[in-house]
Antibody, heavy 124, light 108 residues
Framework: QVQLIESGGGVVQPGRSLRLSCAAS????????LNWVRQAPGKGLEWVTF????????YYANSVKGRFTISRDNSQNTLYLQMNSLRIEDTAVYYC?????????????????WGRGTLVTVSS | EIVLTQSPGTLSLSPGERAALSCRAS???????LAWYQQKPGQAPRLLIH???SRAAGIPDRFSGSGSGTDFTLTISRLEPEDFAVYSC?????????FGGGTKVEIK
């Protein structure tokens, strides 16, 4: 079954860290660029970060640059998001999303497969 | 930076009716690089449309997209019970990627 499953969310205090994971199955993980997209309560979707199929290229939204780090393990079909120095405004459901380009190295910048998300709540 | 504004915020319609959802960009979206997604509570978002008018794999033909420049529309020709959801647009023609705030289509 083609799917993405996020985990690792929870309640964390401001300034602390959290690591999210996204386990992929049913497709050739190493061919695809991957993203994290978040949605704060009652708000629209917000793109957070992208990593290329082989992990060499990474891009971040200005709102998380310098605090969040995206990485991947193609041997384990898993995507990660290390979130440091968390802020109240980072509270959101975090989705793992696959770039629609199925050829390794290509990037379309829209997303054809999403997970159900994991909730991160930053609160004191 | 492109800002996408979706309207209306909520659309109340009955099954069988036609829905027209608007997505307006603060600047021209290059290359009609606009996508539409459907979201239901507790479910993964689903890609409906890319390139402003191309249906994604497996999407029924009652869903259609149109527009260019700064004005885009998602049309659902005849609403089915499973179509009541939140719809979001996304531009991917320039950095940073941006999403609209969403339109909720609810049962009247």
């Amino acid at each position: 079954q083609v799917q993405l499953i996020e985990s690792g969310g929870g309640v964390v205090q401001p300034g602390r860290s959290l690591r999210l994971s996204c386990a992929a199955s049913g497709f050739t993980f190493s061919n695809y660029g991957l993203n994290w997209v978040r949605q704060a309560p009652g708000k629209g979707l917000e793109w957070v970060t992208f990593i290329s199929y082989d992990g060499t290229d990474k891009y971040y939204a200005n709102s998380v640059k310098g605090r969040f780090t995206i990485s991947r393990d193609n041997s384990q079909n898993t995507l990660y998001l290390q979130m440091n120095s968390l802020r109240i405004e980072d509270t959101a459901v975090y989705y793992c999303a696959r770039d629609a380009a199925f050829t390794a190295g290509a990037v379309y910048w829209y997303f054809d497969l999403w997970g159900r998300g994991t909730l991160v709540t930053v609160s004191s | 930076e492109i800002v996408l504004t979706q309207s209306p915020g909520t659309l109340s319609l009955s099954p069988g009716e036609r829905a027209a959802l608007s997505c307006r960009a603060s600047q021209r979206v290059s290359g009609t690089y606009l996508a539409w997604y459907q979201q239901k509570p507790g479910q993964a978002p689903r890609l409906l449309i890319h390139g402003a008018s191309s249906r994604a794999a497996g999407i029924p033909d009652r869903f259609s997209g149109s527009g260019s420049g700064t004005d885009f529309t998602l049309t659902i020709s005849r609403l089915e019970p499973e179509d009541f959801a939140v719809y979001s647009c996304q531009q991917y023609g320039s950095s940073p990627l941006a999403f609209g705030g969403g339109t909720k289509v609810e049962i009247k």
